[in-house]
């Protein structure tokens, strides 16, 4: 089993920048892949991006491409999220999971069903 515990959330302006960590307590960190999602008031959650246990990124939600990356360092247990050119549509509760049913070189999913442990959340908000 594994915890997860996100940081860096907060509130940017339009068209700045933000970067979120999630650190992994537990059970070894690279056997995990991992991903972010996140979920505005009345709305469903969404699929943000994900990273392969080797540290491969991707896929990217649509909605992201371009603008946020996603890293993860096996030797710290963290994840990252770089969150660049910022919107107000970004503004939402952003949380990570892992998924630990996934082989070394598999392609992370995008379906939050396909994740078994999850942080508690961060908040971002977007706004000037």
């Known amino acids: 089993q594994v915890q997860l515990v996100e940081s860096g959330g907060g509130l940017v302006q339009p068209g700045g920048s933000l970067r979120l960590s999630c650190a992994a307590s537990?059970?070894?960190?690279?056997?995990?892949?991992m991903g972010w999602f996140r979920q505005a008031p009345g709305k469903e959650r969404e699929f943000v991006a994900a990273i392969s246990r080797s540290e491969v990124s991707g896929p990217y939600g649509d909605s992201v491409k371009g603008r946020f990356t996603i890293s993860r360092d096996n030797a710290k247990n963290t994840v990252y999220l770089q969150m660049n050119s910022l919107k107000p549509e970004d503004t939402a509760v952003y949380y990570c999971?892992?998924?630990?049913?996934?082989?070394?070189?598999?392609?992370?999913?995008?379906?939050?069903?396909?994740?078994?442990?999850w942080g508690q959340g961060t908040q971002v908000t977007v706004s000037s």
């Open positions: 537990g059970r070894t960190f690279s056997m995990y892949a």
């Open positions: 999971a892992a998924d630990e049913n996934r082989s070394w070189l598999g392609v992370p999913g995008i379906g939050s069903s396909e994740y078994d442990y």
